[in-house]
């Protein structure tokens, strides 16, 4: 490792990106040839700028109505995270995202249960995101059963990522214009129809409501209302595919975070002030969370209603799981490059320079969870809270590599971003796993406890997980 008194320096060309990675000991197998542009882009498709559109009833329910205030939360708590990804990605310009920053921060047995629970995050992610779409092609074309609609989507999707990331930049950048089309739209008509006294409530019911505030309630809904703001860190993956020095990358995930959450905030408070069956979900949510598209037929009539239905079924099913199915592989590749994961996933496709194994791999994982789940009562609600609390415990492994690496190792004075920051993010994030759902709970623990296991076992049969040295590599 360098001394303590140096932090290691970042890539500042796109010569000196490709050299980065073999500082770690790795060599440079993927194909670096993303912008700074292609990664706030791509950072904005994985968030989904319309998301809140898929889980809005789910959302509703939890706050209490205060479905604003509960994504103002949410993005207040990843700004913090955002701040630490920034940190990390500078130091460690690397594929891998947590599972790489806890390792190299804190250690390899760190690192590795990391990624593992962060696994429950990615892993899972495609299988919600092809749920929600089946289910919303489904409510308008009701003979097409969702599995269907699934299939469709996960070879589709399979088809472009296994082109090369070049070709999923280029269809990022047409489905965000897309979807903030159909998203300026719904304003619009929603803003008009407000005007026209179609409202319900006090204007700043969305933020707050006297009626129904309680601090445990509201946490309970960014535990799922957070799931919007899961994808700025998914940027993380393709650090070794920028062609950017790496604070831009810091940069793009803040700046991807920052605008899609200003969106978020000013759908669902339009949204919540126009909801024409608020008792109702106050007290039952919505049934395949169709609450929103209910909102949307209120305020502009039924071709309203299926513009956002089907933009939601495409930006999920399409563009959000393209995306996602592309960072999971990535994360795959780098735990399997380390040897702590089967090597055959580590496999670079010759030609495209993606990981070919590891995105087939998450698409037959995505279609068993997915076909699985659609014929659950609350399999979307489930699957949210457990995607939910797997990235936010992996968060909280986030915040402590920060502290760990800068001011523990590199005795680090910048009190800002190295303790203080990562501190309130970790304890914002704490409150909200504390107050996740209890099945959540239940199942992510559980994944946890398999990965201490697992990573006891590997100890006890001399195979402790290690990460190539840097300072070997670098001499």
């Known amino acids: 490792m360098s001394s303590p008194s140096t932090t290691p320096s970042s890539p500042t060309s796109p010569q000196g990106a490709a050299t980065g990675v073999e500082r770690f000991g790795y060599q440079q197998e993927l194909q670096r040839s993303l912008s700074f542009t292609d990664l706030l882009i791509y950072g904005l498709i994985f968030m989904v700028p319309i998301a809140p559109f898929g889980i809005f009833g789910s959302v509703f329910e939890g706050s209490g109505g205060m479905v ?20 990390m990605s500078k130091a460690f310009p690397m594929a891998g995202s947590v599972y790489t920053y806890a390792g190299r921060g804190i250690g390899a047995p760190v690192g590795f249960l990391a990624g593992w629970v962060i696994l429950l995050d990615y892993v899972l992610v495609p299988a919600l995101l092809y749920l929600v779409a089946g289910a919303a092609m489904t409510s308008f074309v009701p003979a097409v059963p969702v599995w269907a609609w699934m299939i469709m989507f996960i070879v589709l999707n399979t088809a472009v990522n296994y082109f090369g990331i070049q070709m999923t930049a280029r269809m990022n950048k047409i489905m965000l214009v897309a979807e903030l089309i159909v998203l ?3 304003l619009v008509i929603g803003v008009v129809a ?12 969305p933020i707050f409501d006297s009626s129904t505030f309680s601090w445990p309630l509201v946490f309970g809904a960014v535990s799922v209302a957070v799931l919007s703001f899961l994808g700025f860190d998914g940027i993380s993956m393709l650090a070794e595919e920028s062609r950017e020095d790496a604070r831009k990358l810091g940069r793009s995930m803040v700046g991807a975070l ?10 669902t408070w339009v949204a919540a002030l126009l909801a024409p069956n608020r008792e109702e979900l106050l007290a039952q949510g919505s049934t395949m969370d169709s609450a929103f598209y209910d909102v949307a037929e209120y305020a502009g009539g039924h071709w ?14 399409f563009a959000n799981s ?11 590749f780098a735990m399997a490059r380390d040897r702590q994961l089967p ?11 993606v990981p070919v194994n590891a995105t087939f791999l998450t698409a037959a994982v995505s279609l068993v969870l997915g076909l699985y789940l ?86 006890m049969m001399g195979r402790r997980p290690s990460l190539p040295d840097e300072t070997e590599v670098s001499e």
Do not use: C
């Not at 407000?194 to 019911?205: E, I, N, R, T, Y």
């Not at 920052?258 to 759908?267: H, N, P, S």
């Open 258 to 267: 920052m605008l899609a959450g200003a969106l978020f905030i000013a759908q």
């Open 68 to 87: 604003a205030l509960a994504y103002v939360i949410g993005m207040v708590a990843m700004a913090f995270t955002a701040l630490s990804y920034a940190q």
């Open 184 to 186: 300026a739209i719904f």
């Open 322 to 332: 393209l995306v996602a199915q592309a960072a999971t592989s990535r994360l795959l």
């Open 304 to 317: 309203l209603s299926v513009l956002t239905a089907v933009a939601t079924a495409i930006a999920w099913g």
């Open 343 to 353: 090597r055959f996933l580590s496999k670079i496709h010759p030609k495209h320079k």
């Open 194 to 205: 407000l005007a026209q006294g179609k409202g319900h409530g006090d204007v700043f019911s």
């Open 374 to 459: 659609s014929n659950q009562e609350d399999g979307i609600g489930l699957l949210s809270s457990l995607i939910n609390f797997g990235a936010m415990t992996a968060f909280l492994a986030l915040h402590v590599s920060v502290v760990v690496h800068y001011v523990v190792r590199h005795r680090s004075r910048d009190w800002w971003r190295h303790l203080i920051a990562p501190a309130i993010g970790f304890l914002i994030l704490l409150y909200v796993v504390i107050n996740a759902k209890v099945a959540a709970q239940a199942v992510g623990l559980t994944w946890l406890a398999i990965g201490v296991l697992i990573l006891l076992g590997s100890i």
